[in-house]
């Protein structure tokens, strides 16, 4: 699985994400995930997500904090990029502030890192 890297506008857009997701308001999901929930979310994502195409109808995104034995599943017609907002590994690359992955299929790992996941038309080839 590779690892991509954004634009510096886009790192600069993920860094301000970042920084406000630390005050936002999360409710817990499950034993190893918050959700953010925050009604200000739209408007600290989009500027991210419009810089990489990715704002748009049929693409969903969520904020997470993940803490634990987490995973990641796989919508049956949707891939999902991963954007973490700090340090993890995944698939046993190392991933930081402006990497993201494309998972293909449900993800396992142990994390304990912010992120944004974007979901968008799964690639069939």
Not at 5 to 33: G, H, I, P
Not at 51 to 74: C, S
Request: net charge neutral; proline share 3%.
């Amino acid at each position: 699985m590779s690892v991509h890297t954004v634009s510096e506008n886009a790192r600069n857009e993920l860094l301000k994400v970042m920084e406000w997701f630390k005050t936002a308001e999360v409710e817990s999901q499950t034993r190893s995930s918050s959700l953010c929930t925050d009604k200000d979310r739209l408007k600290i994502c989009g500027p991210f997500l419009r810089e990489l195409g990715l704002l748009k109808e049929g693409n969903g995104y969520a904020l997470l904090r993940l803490y634990g034995d987490v995973v990641i599943q796989k919508d049956p017609v949707l891939d999902t990029l991963f954007f973490p907002l700090g340090l993890v590994k995944v698939a046993g690359e190392e991933l930081q502030l402006g990497n993201y992955m494309r998972f293909k299929e449900s993800k396992y790992f142990n994390a304990s890192v912010d992120c944004l996941i974007v979901t968008v038309p799964q690639i069939t080839a």
